[in-house]
């Protein structure tokens, strides 16, 4: 797979980035927005366990020293559920002990602050790959059709593509990219159509229920008053 389709998978991917120092937290976030769908930064321990729980999160990239709880306690502590999402720790300096300790924990690289863009990116495109090998930009449902994020095809268990309308592939990209919230009516309604103020109830229902024919049911939650919730199979 060549470098520009790889970078057009890298915009649809999330990172989380943590970093306690502001300026450079601000920085690289920027930096990283040039390149991804969505950058959740933040400056501790306590909020990135909070992030990583709330959001859908593909990439980890964190600094090693942070106040109180470390860089390297916030990756042991994701490893123990979660040995595939590609992590990047980053460091002022070697350290030989966080080093040899940061090895154990499957790493896509470990880089020396501070870091120009080719090295950032040349790291996101590694971590791509990492997810490539990990067979992570595919969704499989309950009845049994995958949806490959990357070539945006549907198919049964036999292989065979279920054509999606343009509409239906939208609302199954968007509801992937916020698999772990529920979204709300209205936030649909803006993503689907250029007027959604002109969009009725009954016109999302009934694009959501042809969708639910197509990846199940149960593949779409239904929270009442609230919005709704994609269920997949991990």
């Known amino acids: 797979m060549d470098k520009n389709t790889k970078n057009t998978i890298l915009r649809d991917l999330s990172i989380l980035y943590i970093e306690d120092e502001e300026n450079i937290r601000k920085n690289i976030t920027a930096t990283l927005e040039l390149v991804v769908f969505k950058v959740f930064a933040v400056a501790s321990y306590e909020k990135a366990i909070e992030a990583f729980n709330?959001?859908?999160?593909?990439?980890?990239?964190?600094?090693?020293n942070l106040q109180g709880k470390t860089g390297l306690d916030f990756c042991k502590e994701i490893r123990v559920d979660n040995i595939i999402i590609p992590i990047v720790l980053l460091t002022a300096h070697l350290?030989?002990?966080?080093?040899?300790?940061?090895?154990?924990?499957?790493?896509?690289?470990?880089?020396?602050?501070?870091?120009?863009?080719k090295t950032l990116h040349n790291v996101l495109i590694k971590c791509v790959d990492e997810l490539l090998a990990q067979n992570m930009?595919?969704?499989?449902?309950?009845?049994?059709?995958?949806?490959?994020?990357?070539?945006?095809?549907?198919?049964?268990?036999k292989k065979a593509e279920i054509k999606l309308t343009s509409n239906e592939l939208l609302l199954l990209e968007y509801l992937i990219k916020n698999a772990n919230r529920v979204v709300p009516h209205l936030e649909i309604k803006a993503k689907i159509w250029e007027k959604p103020e002109e969009v009725s109830d009954s016109a999302l229902k009934n694009l959501l229920n042809k969708l639910r024919k197509k990846i199940g049911k149960e593949a779409i939650d239904n929270i009442s008053g609230v919005g709704f919730r994609l269920i997949y199979q991990h």
């Open 54 to 64: 709330l959001n859908k999160i593909d990439i980890i990239i964190s600094d090693i």
């Open 95 to 117: 350290d030989t002990n966080y080093l040899l300790d940061a090895t154990k924990l499957k790493l896509v690289d470990y880089l020396i602050k501070p870091i120009d863009f």
């Open 137 to 157: 930009f595919k969704i499989k449902f309950m009845n049994e059709t995958e949806f490959d994020i990357n070539m945006k095809v549907l198919v049964n268990n």
